[in-house]
Nanobody
Framework: QVQLVESGGGLVQAGGSLRLSCAASGRSFNYWAMGWFRQAPGKEREFVAA????????YVADSVKGRFTISRDNAKNTVYLQMNSLKPEDTAVYYC???????????????WGQGTQVTVSS
């Protein structure tokens, strides 16, 4: 089992920045690829970014490329999502998730956090 707890969400003006954190506990964090997803009201869960346990491979959605950066600190069992130049359309609940194999598909992820709300005002 892996437990994931997100933090760092909040209300920010358009153009601002936030950094989300996801703390993992349970089975060895170092063997899991970690991803970030988001879900806005009335919409399906959307892939944002993912990174392998070694950090050697990274996927980033086109909609956030150049603005969002995923990173991880295996010593701290934590993955981060740095979000810059935020837009109102980035408003959503953001979830971190863990999977054995790097993927953009949420169905491939085995463990999920409870989510953290990000609201971007115009």
């Amino acid at each position: 089992q892996v437990q994931l707890v997100e933090s760092g969400g909040g209300l920010v003006q358009a153009g601002g920045s936030l950094r989300l954190s996801c703390a993992a506990s349970g089975r060895s964090f170092n063997y899991w690829a970690m991803g970030w997803f988001r879900q806005a009201p009335g919409k399906e869960r959307e892939f944002v970014a993912a990174k392998t346990w070694s950090g050697g491979s990274t996927y980033v959605a086109d909609s956030v490329k150049g603005r969002f950066t995923i990173s991880r600190d295996n010593a701290k069992n934590t993955v981060y999502l740095q979000m810059n130049s935020l837009k109102p359309e980035d408003t959503a609940v953001y979830y971190c998730a863990a999977t054995i194999r790097l993927s953009r598909n949420p169905v491939d992820y085995d463990y999920w956090g409870q989510g953290t709300q990000v609201t971007v005002s115009s």
